[in-house]
Structure formats: structure tokens, C-alpha cells
């Protein structure tokens, strides 16, 4: 009996507790609930009859709000009531969302309008942009037919604004508005009552477009676009809140103010109740707000609290699954609890007490849908808020952002189903971790005063600017870090290892996503453009990786500066790789050849593991790295590779292109800077008209170099600052790191992805020429950074003609690298810095023979390190390319950055050179030929061309060039200047390799460099041959073709052949060029003036040039009259002999026949068939092979 009197007892009080919880919840807030008529009293509210009293108060709410719709109900519009883009009137290829509100163009220019239209009354509709080019917005009739030439605003009912151009449009076009970027909320109004249209920017009225728009019988407007290729934009028609609504004006899709009368309301009754969850579920001791409630009762109070809850939620859920209720309505709710909890010393956040009650209390469809609606929400409003000088807006939305994640189910079920990573999916999580760049007026309040910084003289006033602008830089980077704080606080929380949930460990999921994301966005992935992630988005992403990480190993204690990718790692699956190319080619292929290597290195492994308590724990992350698993260690070392390994991979498709991309701002600056000075100069000797339009113009250059150093100090405060280039540095240290390591595993090198390779390229690329101060000569001043400089310089002398590098784009950028490598002084320092055995293996690599390789690049990188010693070889620019520049005023052309480098000579790879073609004579004679054979074979396609250009100009009718035909003609003058130098220098540094008769193919080296010295003078100093008249015609693309660059270097080769040479030496260089039948000593004369002259009229001569040293001058003055000399003494000498016709050698028909082919008997003279059988051993007539050869009869006379 007592037993059943306390389960009563217990009963009584539990229904007691309830009730007493019901009227704190439900009670108050202007309720009144009467005895009559059916209502029910406040004081017998209990859980049988409180769904009658919610029904009941929720039914009074719409009432009201039904009362209002009756009074503001308009009838201009015709149309669904949901109102969306409607596909059937789409122009051209657009990319559309499942929405139907959201659009990217895939064509040149399409169209679209929406479902509804308007022809009365005041209505308004919004655009978010998502980019910031040419787009027409605005309103069109049905009547308006539209192409992909023509939009809205182009046709009589259409009426359009563009932001791009700060143009309205209607048929003709006329200036209005602001310029509109990425991110801005654009609105459209349109008045029909009075016949306006006008546009709004962030809520900013821009002035009325268009007042005299055509309106009556037969005219109703639809919103409609016009998008020009690859921009985006989303629409708000009213399917959720406009975020600047307009005074008396009305979206197009009406609000549904019923539900939100009752969503408002049911949020008010969780408010209350969510006060009493809040604090009895906090821990360690509970605090009690429900009135006279006896402290034996905490038993269970959740539970209670959650009945209670039950029936609210009921109702709400299914409001909550209405994207315009969840924003409206729950996410301002959200934002209210954020507050409090801000303001409150809770230990339990309100926002996580409210997710406990929907995962107790909500359908899962329900629940999952609102989350998603949530997101979206949260998104869109960080994406779209003003961006105010202290970011306000921003880092509310990312708080809220971070309170959900904090919820472990939440975090896990929108980490896995809906905030992930995958560009197809309408939530991209990267758009978090942007900051939108302020525009011109947020700028403008941050910056007040802008400090130029080319002004030579530094007053007063430029020192206040410089201050007051290096303060504004300062702050804009402390507040931009606020915001950077906050998204890597939800960079932690989703990466969090310890956070298991059903199985699954957040940080794998994150994980899991980061590569897809990364799959996607790759090149090789088939995603069209639009769903890509945007550059400024992935610089961002990768800069906050780079933190995420940081943090992430300190806290497992490994050392940041020792961090590395396992070797392992690229052979043994641990890291998933997806269409991923290897530097050895596809990774199918190497597995095929390199199987049992690998299964031996990895036996290795595994008994280092065994014996290692540390391989060990290696050896099960790798283990565990393949799938989602259960992770508990803080220092998942597996997790933290396969990171930095998507880190690496993001900074090569995306952060390194847009850090590109911004440089161009200080380009621009600098030519608008060039310009400024330019008309300072005049400004002091022109007067007059002159002067006042000088001033104008100088007034147009300072207003914009203004507006631009605003820009510039975002640029230099947030996407090039100091810790921006530290992690940028941090990554090339773990690149260089890796790879090095990996190199020297031998063959298992060629599993590397090439884009580890890439993106090494790419850091150093970035920190040469990118961040501040850009110096392509040097890295920043980071500590250890000339041993970086020796490392790089090192790894590129090794790899770029390494044999395990298959990938010819990879081998290419590689050699490029290098080529850059030695264009400045302080990298060119670096590589002379190397170990000899680094600089003997570069040395060894750049003499090899020019066949079956790419080799123009490597003869470029021989050029640099010439450049400065030969003949008339110190010059920056071409001097007749600079006499142009001077003479017009124009910059150097693109086409021509490889003439444009200052001399720097490297004399410590010079000796290296000199000493490897001296010690390698077999290799030296292969490296020599080849060059000869190319130079013989670029010059001769060089004057071909020329010949078809003199052809065309000698027609009667007029003739058009194919550029692409000037612009190889070009390239082979370029070869074949190139190839010039690279001889010279090699009979500069080794004169042996021509005139030493203990090498056996010194002869017929020196025999080809007279003839192709012979061809060369007689094909550029021939008066009426091509290439003066072609150099006279100053084509467009020919511009590098002149005298001065190809004669000097041709008489750099017979000054260091002849004059420079040893006595002996000199008689047989002297002796061979006469002998060749080419030579004619008219040709030397060219080069002082002599009798010839140019096309033009005026004499070409070296005296004429300042680059030509007076020394050089004596020496060409002493070769001509040395060559004079010993030509006439052979032609007194050789008399009026001739050779009988059937003696003469049918190759070259300038020697008589002194050599027999065996077995076949035919007959060439010794120079030809020399020269034949140093590629060829056929014989030239009949192609049998030649055993041998023998001196024919007459020769033995």
C-alpha cells in the first residue's frame, strides 16, 4: 500500500511540475484566455488540452495577419504565385539551378525572363552577383525578342542597367549608376503608376533610370537578364526575404504573412521554454527558474521539458522545412539567442540547447531540410552583406556559423550531406572563408590619404600621407584578421579528430570532401566553368588550410620546420589520388614496371615499423587514411599529410593563379605612374592650350592612381601581406623538402605527382615576382632564405633534364624555371653557390646534343651565361629595338622577353663548360655538331621565309602576311641568333674544339663554321638581297630582325677565331676560311661601312654604335685587313686555274673530287663526304653503305 501511495504521490507532483512549466511558458506575453465559450483559463492549461490552445492562439495570429493581406492586396500582377526564371523564354546557354533562380552564361550573350509579369502598381525584385562583368538587368515586355547580339535594354520595351560598363540602355545607352562588383545586391523597381524604373546598389538608390516608360493596354513587364559569358547571379523574386526592401513597393512573389504570424509566435513560446531546458541542462549544477519547484524534482526535469516542447515543435517543424520562414523568421531567432549568449555567463549556448530540441523533437526530414535552408541562409548572408569597414555583418554570420558546427550531430550531418565542399552542390563551403574586398567608397573611408610612392622629393606632406597610408594598411589588416579568426575557429571545429559521431570522425569527413572539391577543380575534371570555385574563394581556402595546419602539427608536436610528405606516401595508396598525373607518366604504367621495387620498399617499411614504436603509429594512420574511420588522436599523423598533400594540390590549380591575377593592379599602376612623370616632363617646357590639356590629363592620371592606391593597400594588406608570403615560403621549404627526399629513393622518384613539382615552380615563381617588395632576383628576407635560394637552384640543375621526368610539359616548365633562374644576379649567385658536382651535372645536361630533345630553352640558358662576355654582347636591348622604344614611346613588345635581360655572365659555369667540352671530346664533337646542324638548319628556314616576303612585296596587287608566318620567321632569326652566340662562345672558351689536329674531328668543325660564317655575311650584307630589304620594311612582328644583333655575333666568332687565337691556331682558321668558295672579303667591308649601304641609304657600320667597345673596333679593323691580306696572296697563288668540269665534285661544285666510296666507286670531294658521314654512312648516289674511302687517282697525283 505505501509503495502505491509514493508512485501516486510521485504522479501528482510530476503533474504539478508540468503544469507549473506550462504556464511559465505559455503564460503571459498578452494572452488572455477566458471561461466562456469554449476558451481555456491559463490555470487549467496542462498537457491534455495545450494543443487546443496552441491551435487556438496560432488561429488568432492568422487572422490578424489575413486581415492585412486583405488591405494591402494588390491585383497587378499575372503570374504562378512562386515565381522563378522561366527556361521556355531562355536565349543562348545558361547554366541553371534547380531553383530556376540562379543563372551563368555559357554563351556570348543570353537571355532570360521570369514567369510573371506587372502592370500596375510598384514591384521589385533583387540580384545577387556573382561576378562583376558586362550584365543587363532590368525589365522587358513578352514583345521583346532577343539574341545572343542582343539583351534586354537593347530593344524599344526592354529597359536595361549594366554595372560593368555604368551604363542604362534602352535602344541607345547613356551613363548612370556606380560601378557594381562581386557580392553586390543589385535592385530593381519599376513604377507603373508614374512610369519609372530605377535601380538600387546595397540598398543605395542610384537615381531614376528611365521616367517615361511606355505603360497601358497591352505593355506588362517581366524582370529579365542579359548575361555575357561565364557571369552568374541569383535572383530574389521574394521566394525569401529581399534583403533591402523599398518603401511602398512590393516583391513579385508576395510573403506569406499568415505562416510567418505563426512561426513568430511558436518562436516566442520556445524562447521561454528554451530559458527553463537551458539552465537545468547545464552542467555542474543546474540552476532552477521554474517557480516553488522542490529541489527533489531535478530528476527527469529535461525529459518533462522536452513534453512540453513536443506539441510546439509539432507545428513549427513543418514551417521551419519553408526556406522564407527558416531565414525570415528562425534564423533571426538564431540571432537573437546569439546575442544572449554573448551577453549572458552561461556555460551552454543557447543555440546548442535549441538544436538538442530539434534532434529530439523534429522529424528527420524535417530537421534536415531546415538545417540545409539554414545554411543556405547563413551563405547567402555572408556572402551578400555590406561590406562595412569593420566587417559587422560578417563576422556575425560567421559566429552563428561557428554556433551550429559546435552541435556535434549538427556539425556532422551538414559536414557530411550538406555544408560540403563539392562544386555541384548549392552550398560551397570555400565561400565561408572569403573576405569580400571592400569597394570604392569603404575604401575611401578606411584610406583618407593615399601615399604615391614615385615622387623622388619627400616633403612634409608626402611623409603625413606615407604615415596616415601605412596606418590605414595597418588597420585594414588587423580588422580583415578578426574575420580570418573566426573561419579558422570552424576550420578547427570541422577538423576536429576527437570528434567522433555514429563512427565517423569529423576531421575524415572533412577530409573525404577536401578531395573531392579538389577532383572537381582540376584541370582535367569535366565541370563546366560556372562551377568552379572562384579564384579570390580558393586563395582564401588555401591561406586558411596553411593556418588550420600550422596549428594542427604544433599541437602534435612535430617540428614546422621539418614537415614533409612521406616518400611512401606516393607509391603506397595512402593518399588517394584521383586523375592525377605522375612526373614518370600514368601511375598504372608504373606500378607495371616498378612492382617488385616497390613491394621491396614497402617490405622495408614494414620491418622498420615493427622494430619502431614510432613506425608503428606511422604505419597505422597510413593504414587508417584510406577510408573513414573512428580517429581519437589529437596528432592523427596521417590526416595532417593527407592535408598538406590538398594544400599543395589547391595552391597549383587556383591560389597561384589569382595571386597572378593581382599583380596586374601594380602593373597598371606603374604605367599610369610612367605617364604621370612623362607629362610632369612636358608640363615644364609646354605653355598654353597645351599646358591646360596637360593639366587635365595630369589631373584624369592622379584621380585614378588614387582610386587605385586604395585598392593597392587591400591587395598589399590582405592578399600580399607578410603572413600571406610566410605561407607561401613555409609551403616552397616542404616542397623542396619532400622532393629532395623523395629523389633520392631512385626510381621510385617517378611516382611524385607532377603537381608537387608545379607547385614548387609556382612558390618561388610567387615570391620572386609577387609579393612585396618584387624582386625576381631574390626571396623576401625570411630567415635561411639564400640556402633556400641554393636548394631551389640545386633541385632545378638536377631534375630538369632528369630522365625519370617523363611528362613533357613538366620537363618543359622545369627548363623555363631554370632559364629564369639565371636571367638576375642573386638566383644566378645562388646556382654558382651549388656543390661542383651540382654545377658539373647542370654544365654536363646544357652540352648535350641538340637532337631528339627539346633544346632551344637550354641554348637560351648557354646565351644568359654568355651574355655579357662577347662581342658587342653587353647590351639589355637590341640597340636598334631601343632607338625605336625611344623614338615612339612604347614599351618593350612581349614577344621579345628574351632580349630584353641585363648581362650577367656567369664565369664560374663558363670554366665548367670550358673544362667538361675539353675533358669529354667524343661528347664536346656530338654537342658541336649539333649546334652546327641546327644553326645551318634554323638559318636556312629563316632566309626561305624572307625570300616569300621579298616574293609577295614584288607583286603588282597587295599581298597580306599570315602573322603566324612572321611570327616563325621571327623565332628562327631567334634560333639562329641564338645558336650564333652559343658558338661563339664555345670557340671563345675552347678554340681546341676547331684548330687542335689532335682531335680528329677539329677539321671538319672548323671547315663547317667557315661556310656557315661565309653563308651568314653573304646573306645579310647582300645590298639587294632579302634580309635588307626585309629590315628595311619594319614589318609588324619582324621587329627583332636588324644587322647589329646577327653581325656582331658572327664577328664575335672570327675575332675569337682568328685575332683572339694562338699564332698557329690563327694561320689555320685563316687558311680554312679561305678556303672556303663562299668567302668574300667584300662582306667584311660591310661591317665598317665600306662601299656597301643598307636599303635605305645610309651605310651600316659598328663604329656607328655605342655597345661597340673602341677595342672591338680595332680588332674588327685588324681582321679585315688581315683577311684582305691573305686573300689576295691566295689569289695571286692560286692564278687562273680551273678545274675540269668532269673533276668537280657534284655536291658542292666548288672543290675538285678527292675522295672514293667503297664498294660503290662514286666520288665526292673530301669536304662533302666528311660532313656526310658524320650522321649519314650511305652514300649519296646510290645509298648503298660506305665501307671505306680511299683518295681517288687524281687526288694521288
Known amino acids: 500500500m505505501e509503495c502505491t501511495s509514493d508512485r501516486m504521490r510521485k504522479s501528482m507532483e510530476n503533474e504539478l511540475c508540468l503544469e507549473s512549466v506550462i504556464k511559465q511558458v505559455y503564460g503571459g506575453g498578452g494572452n488572455q484566455p477566458l471561461g466562456e465559450h469554449g476558451h481555456i483559463l491559463l490555470d487549467s492549461l496542462n498537457l491534455d488540452n495545450i494543443d487546443d490552445f496552441i491551435d487556438k492562439e496560432l488561429r488568432k495570429a492568422s487572422q490578424v495577419a489575413e486581415m492585412s493581406m486583405h488591405l494591402n492586396e494588390n491585383r497587378g500582377i499575372i503570374g504562378p504565385e512562386k515565381v522563378i526564371f522561366d527556361v521556355s523564354s531562355n536565349v543562348g546557354s545558361l547554366v541553371i539551378d534547380r531553383d530556376r533562380l540562379g543563372l551563368s552564361s555559357q554563351s556570348n550573350f543570353s537571355s532570360i525572363r521570369g514567369n510573371c509579369c506587372v502592370y500596375k502598381g510598384k514591384w521589385q525584385y533583387e540580384l545577387m ?58 535592385g530593381c523597381a519599376i513604377d507603373l503608376d508614374k512610369g519609372v524604373i530605377g535601380f538600387y546598389r546595397n540598398g543605395n538608390y542610384l537615381g531614376d533610370a528611365f521616367d517615361k516608360v511606355q505603360i497601358g493596354p497591352g505593355l506588362a513587364y517581366f524582370p529579365a537578364v542579359s548575361l555575357a559569358y561565364n557571369e552568374n547571379l541569383v535572383a530574389n523574386f521574394g521566394s525569401t526575404p529581399l534583403r533591402y526592401p523599398i518603401a511602398g513597393y512590393s516583391p513579385l512573389q508576395l510573403y506569406p504573412k499568415k ?99 530539434m534532434w529530439s523533437l523534429m522529424e528527420p526530414y524535417e530537421l534536415h531540410q531546415c538545417l540545409e535552408f539554414i545554411v543556405v541562409a547563413l551563405l547567402t548572408g555572408y556572402r551578400f552583406a555590406p561590406a562595412t569597414p569593420e566587417f559587422y555583418e560578417q563576422k556575425k554570420y560567421l559566429a552563428l556559423t561557428l554556433a551550429l558546427l559546435q552541435h556535434t550531430p549538427t556539425k556532422h550531418y551538414l559536414l557530411q550531406n550538406t555544408l560540403i565542399l563539392s562544386t555541384f552542390d548549392k552550398i560551397k563551403f570555400p565561400l565561408f572563408l572569403e573576405v569580400k574586398p571592400l569597394d570604392k567608397n569603404g575604401l575611401a573611408e578606411v584610406v583618407p590619404e593615399v601615399w604615391l610612392d614615385f615622387k623622388q622629393e619627400m616633403t612634409d606632406e608626402e611623409l603625413f600621407r606615407k604615415a596616415c597610408y601605412q596606418k590605414s594598411c595597418t588597420h585594414l589588416k588587423l580588422v580583415v584578421k578578426e574575420v580570418e579568426l573566426v573561419q579558422l575557429e570552424i576550420l578547427l571545429e570541422l577538423f576536429d579528430a576527437s570528434n567522433v559521431y555514429q563512427g565517423q570522425c569529423s576531421r575524415c569527413i572533412f577530409l573525404a570532401k577536401l578531395r573531392e572539391f579538389l577532383k572537381e577543380n582540376s584541370g582535367g575534371a569535366r565541370v563546366p566553368v560556372v562551377h568552379l570555385c572562384p579564384l579570390p574563394v580558393a586563395l582564401a581556402f588555401f591561406h586558411r588550410l596553411i593556418s588550420l595546419l600550422r596549428i594542427c602539427v604544433s599541437a602534435s608536436g612535430i617540428d614546422l ?95 597561384h593563379r589569382q595571386l597572378e591575377k593581382m599583380c596586374a593592379l601594380r602593373d597598371t599602376m606603374h604605367e599610369y605612374r610612367h605617364a604621370l612623370k612623362e607629362i610632369e616632363k612636358r608640363l615644364k617646357v609646354q605653355k598654353g592650350d597645351v599646358e591646360e590639356e596637360l593639366n587635365l590629363a595630369k589631373n584624369v592620371f592622379l584621380e585614378e592612381l588614387v582610386e587605385q592606391g586604395r585598392h593597392q593597400a587591400w591587395i598589399s594588406s590582405v592578399v600580399y601581406s607578410s603572413d600571406r608570403q610566410a605561407d607561401v615560403y613555409w609551403l616552397l621549404q616542404i616542397l623542396l623538402r619532400t622532393l629532395s627526399q623523395a629523389s633520392e629513393i631512385g626510381l621510385l622518384f617517378s611516382f ?51 630522365e625519370r621526368v617523363v611528362n613533357a610539359e613538366l620537363k618543359d616548365s622545369l627548363v623555363q624555371a631554370l632559364a629564369s633562374y639565371v636571367c638576375y644576379p642573386a638566383t644566378l649567385q645562388a646556382l654558382e653557390s651549388m656543390d661542383p658536382d651540382s654545377r658539373l651535372i647542370m654544365t654536363k645536361a646544357l652540352l648535350q646534343p641538340y637532337e631528339n630533345r627539346a633544346w632551344a630553352q637550354s641554348n637560351w640558358i648557354l646565351i644568359r651565361l654568355w651574355k655579357g662576355c662577347g662581342f658587342a654582347f653587353r647590351y639589355s636591348i637590341s640597340p636598334h629595338l631601343a632607338k625605336k622604344m625611344s623614338c615612339k614611346s612604347i614599351p618593350l613588345p612581349e614577344a621579345f622577353p628574351t632580349i630584353s635581360q641585363t648581362p650577367c655572365p656567369s664565369p664560374v659555369f663558363l670554366e665548367h663548360a670550358s673544362q667538361w667540352l675539353l675533358e669529354n671530346p667524343e661528347a664536346a664533337a656530338s654537342f658541336m655538331s649539333s649546334v652546327l646542324n641546327q644553326l645551318n638548319w634554323a638559318f636556312s628556314e629563316f632566309i626561305g621565309m624572307l625570300q616569300e616576303i621579298q616574293n609577295a612585296s614584288n607583286r603588282p596587287e597587295r599581298v597580306f602576311i599570315d602573322s603566324r608566318q612572321l611570327k616563325i620567321c621571327a623565332t628562327c632569326f ?193 669536304n662533302c663526304i666528311s660532313l656526310h658521314l658524320l650522321s649519314h654512312k650511305e652514300c649519296f648516289f646510290c645509298k648503298s653503305v660506305i665501307e671505306f674511302i680511299k683518295p681517288t687517282q687524281q687526288e694521288k697525283k
Open 974 to 1166: 631567334d634560333l639562329a641568333l641564338g645558336l650564333l652566340r652559343v658558338l661563339e662562345m664555345c670557340v671563345h672558351l675552347v678554340p681546341q674544339l676547331f684548330t687542335d689536329p689532335s682531335r680528329p674531328s677539329s677539321e671538319i668543325f672548323l671547315t663547317r663554321l667557315c661556310q656557315l660564317v661565309c653563308q651568314v655575311l653573304n646573306r645579310i650584307t647582300s645590298k639587294s638581297g632579302c634580309f635588307c630589304l626585309v629590315a628595311s620594311m619594319e614589318i609588324p612582328g619582324l621587329e627583332t630582325i636588324d644587322h647589329f644583333p646577327i653581325l656582331t655575333a658572327v664577328t664575335g666568332i672570327l675575332v675569337s677565331l682568328i685575332i683572339d687565337g694562338l699564332p698557329k691556331s690563327q694561320k689555320k682558321a685563316i687558311n680554312a676560311l679561305l678556303a672556303e668558295p663562299s668567302f668574300q672579303p667584300s662582306s667584311l667591308d660591310f661591317l665598317l661601312g665600306g662601299s656597301q649601304e643598307s636599303s635605305n641609304g645610309k651605310p651600316f657600320s659598328l663604329r656607328d654604335y655605342k655597345e661597340v667597345s673602341k677595342e672591338e673596333i680595332e680588332k674588327v679593323e685588324q681582321l679585315c685587313q688581315l683577311l684582305h691580306s691573305k686573300y689576295d696572296i691566295a689569289q695571286q697563288n692560286r692564278g687562273l686555274e680551273e678545274i675540269d668540269d668532269d673533276l668537280v665534285c657534284t655536291i658542292c661544285y666548288a672543290n675538285p673530287k678527292s675522295a672514293c666510296f667503297y664498294p660503290c666507286q662514286h666520288q665526292s670531294c673530301r
Open 259 to 357: 505562416d510567418i504570424a505563426q512561426t513568430n509566435k511558436l518562436l516566442m513560446w520556445l524562447e521561454k521554454l528554451l530559458e527553463l531546458y537551458n539552465s537545468v541542462t547545464q552542467e555542474p549544477n543546474p540552476v532552477l527558474v521554474v517557480r516553488n519547484w522542490p529541489p527533489q524534482y531535478k530528476q527527469g526535469l529535461k525529459s518533462q521539458l522536452l513534453l512540453v516542447a513536443a506539441p510546439l515543435m509539432h507545428r513549427l517543424s513543418p514551417l521551419l522545412a519553408n526556406a522564407f520562414l527558416t531565414e525570415a523568421c528562425f534564423l533571426r531567432f538564431l540571432f537573437d539567442l546569439q546575442v544572449k549568449d554573448q551577453r549572458s555567463m552561461d556555460s551552454k549556448s543557447r543555440i546548442t540547447s535549441v538544436l538538442e530540441i
Open 129 to 186: 552577383l556573382g561576378s562583376k562583368g558586362v550584365m543587363q538587368i532590368g525589365w522587358a515586355t513578352i514583345n521583346c525578342k532577343f539574341s545572343q547580339e542582343k539583351g534586354v535594354g537593347d530593344t524599344p520595351h526592354s529597359y536595361a542597367y549594366d554595372g560593368h560598363r555604368i551604363r542604362k540602355w534602352n535602344v541607345s545607352t547613356y551613363k548612370y549608376g556606380e560601378s557594381w562588383l562581386t557580392g553586390d545586391v543589385i
Open 752 to 802: 611524385v605527382p607532377d603537381f608537387y613539382v608545379e607547385a614548387c615552380i609556382k612558390c618561388c615563381h610567387a615570391l620572386r615576382n609577387f609579393f612585396p617588395p618584387a624582386a625576381p632576383d631574390s626571396l623576401p628576407a625570411f630567415a635561411g632564405h639564400h640556402e633556400l635560394l641554393i636548394k631551389y637552384g640545386s633541385f632545378l640543375a638536377h631534375h630538369f633534364s632528369d
Open 561 to 655: 620546420n621539418g614537415l614533409s610528405v612521406p616518400c611512401s606516401s606516393f607509391y603506397d595508396n595512402s593518399i588517394q589520388y584521383t586523375e592525377v598525373q605522375r612526373i614518370g607518366g600514368l601511375q598504372s604504367h608504373l606500378m607495371r614496371i616498378y612492382q617488385d621495387i616497390v613491394l621491396q620498399e614497402i617490405s622495408k617499411e614494414k620491418a622498420t615499423a615493427e622494430n619502431d614504436p614510432i613506425g608503428k603509429l606511422l604505419k597505422s594512420e597510413k593504414s587508417k587514411a584510406q577510408h573513414l574511420r573512428h580517429a581519437g588522436d589529437k596528432d592523427n599523423f596521417g590526416t595532417l599529410i593527407e592535408l598538406l598533400d590538398g594544400i599543395i594540390r589547391l595552391y597549383h590549380i587556383a591560389a
